[in-house]
């Protein structure tokens, strides 16, 4: 199996990276090929809305990172996207990235058709705030793979990731509490992923 793996956080160390490392380890077999992409270190230029992806599955921006980002994710078997909530959505890196599949698209718009249907995905966000914000973003994401053809597998949200030791302790053991039944929440929705991959 192929896994594509897309860290949006510039954190390798913070949720979205952690969690999306979780769920590589659980499906990862012997023999798979892998492919991890830290995108605030990748060379990726902007969409331009030239259309010129409508005609032939070719982007215009060539000569960047994202030739290869795009090669690899066209011809996994899963792809785990990963990134903290920023500013109300996804990180720019990550939004750079998902602007330029594009191509993964064919047809005049309105109407698109996707080129590689099917390939698994998974994906993860995390926030500092509780998950009771937010939401529209992992909608907008879920949105935005289901128009591109992917199967999400799954949505991992991780909330509360801010530093609450300022507030009382009774906030704090809320908070806790809370973050312990996502973790195990989560736990749930990884080992649902694998059994959907056959792992």
Do not use: W
């Not at 785990?80 to 594009?102: E, H, N, Q």
């Amino acid at each position: 199996m192929k896994i594509t793996v897309l860290y949006g956080s510039a954190r390798k160390n913070g949720v979205s990276s952690t969690a999306a490392r979780k769920v590589l380890e659980r499906v990862y077999r012997e023999g798979d090929e892998v492919r991890e992409y830290p995108l605030a270190e990748q060379h990726i230029l902007p969409c331009v809305g030239c259309l010129a992806c409508r005609k032939q599955e070719v982007c215009s921006r060539r000569g960047d990172d994202m030739e290869r980002i795009y090669a690899d994710v066209v011809s996994s078997d899963f792809v785990i996207f990963a990134s903290p909530i920023y500013c109300f959505d996804v990180t720019g890196p990550f939004k750079l990235m998902y602007d330029r599949l594009y191509p993964m698209l064919d047809g005049p718009q309105p109407k698109y058709t996707p080129r590689h249907p099917g390939i698994r995905s998974c994906l993860i966000l995390s926030q500092g705030a509780p998950l009771t914000a937010f939401g529209d973003a992992a909608e907008r994401n879920e949105l935005r793979l289901k128009n591109n053809g992917f199967t999400n597998l799954a949505t991992l949200r991780y909330g509360m990731g801010i530093d609450l030791s300022y507030e009382s302790e009774e906030v704090q053991q809320r908070a806790a509490a809370a973050r312990q039944k996502q973790e195990e929440d989560n736990d749930r929705l990884i080992e649902e992923i694998a059994a959907k991959l056959n792992r």
